[in-house]
């Protein structure tokens, strides 16, 4: 069993969707959490960042961490096409530590 | 904003050349990053450097090394190339004990 698992999709959804991106770990001394944008061809962008559990909003994006469940996810609201990409959850114990990475999610919003 | 940029973005060598992959970020941080990110498998941590003329073997270091002359540089060497070395290199970097990385755009390398 992978460390942090992602489900590789692809998920298809019309524009303007709210769509829900998931990542489930085993490890439960991670406390930092990221999540990455990967447009095609290109190297991954960071899009939210938190620490520890609950929520933290940016614009559209909304990133909620349930640390006694051992999930995160992240939300996007109105989703436009521009939305459409992979999405990496990454995650480590430590502010030093190595990053463990999910697989991928790609997302395809379609207009 | 942080800034990492790799020299190249698409790279075709043969097999048995070295090859040298460049990465250069402006925010003086301490560690640096080499991953390769190939379908199915996801990222994967080839080295990293936390200091200068420092480095230590990631999860698959074989048939790799790397240089870090300079604080801000730092190169990721095929000393002969093979084509499953064919892949999406990535170079990222972070402050000393902080999070998050910061990713470059990539090398989509071919090894023909």
């Known amino acids: 069993q992978k460390e942090v698992e992602q489900d590789p999709g692809p998920l298809s959804v019309p524009e303007g969707a709210i769509v829900s991106l998931n990542c489930t770990y085993s490890?439960?001394?991670?406390?930092?959490f990221m999540w990455y944008r990967q447009y095609s061809r290109k190297g991954p962008e960071l899009l939210m960042y938190t620490y520890s559990s609950g929520n933290k909003e940016d614009g559209r994006f909304t990133a909620q961490v349930d640390k006694s469940s051992k999930y995160i996810s992240l939300f996007i609201r109105d989703s436009q096409p521009s939305d459409s990409a992979t999405y990496l959850c990454?995650?480590?114990?430590?502010?030093?530590?190595?990053?463990?990475f999910g697989g991928g999610t790609r997302l395809m919003v379609k207009p | 904003d942080v800034k990492v940029t790799q020299s190249s973005r698409y790279l075709v060598k043969r097999t048995g050349e070295k090859v040298f992959l460049e990465c250069v970020q402006d925010m003086d941080h301490e560690n640096m990053f080499w991953y390769r990110q190939d379908p199915g498998l996801g990222l994967r941590l080839i080295y990293f450097s936390y200091d200068v003329k420092m480095k230590e073997k990631g999860d698959i270091p074989e048939g790799y090394s790397v240089s870090r002359e300079k604080k801000e540089r730092f190169s990721l060497i095929l000393e002969s190339a093979s084509t499953n070395q064919t892949s999406m290199y990535l170079c990222?970097?972070?402050?000393?004990?902080?999070?998050?990385?910061?990713f470059g755009d990539g090398t989509r390398l071919s090894i023909l």
């Open positions: 490890n439960s001394a991670f406390q930092y």
């Open positions: 990222a970097s972070r402050a000393q004990g902080s999070q998050p990385q910061h």
């Open positions: 990454a995650m480590s114990a430590y502010a030093g530590n190595m990053l463990t």
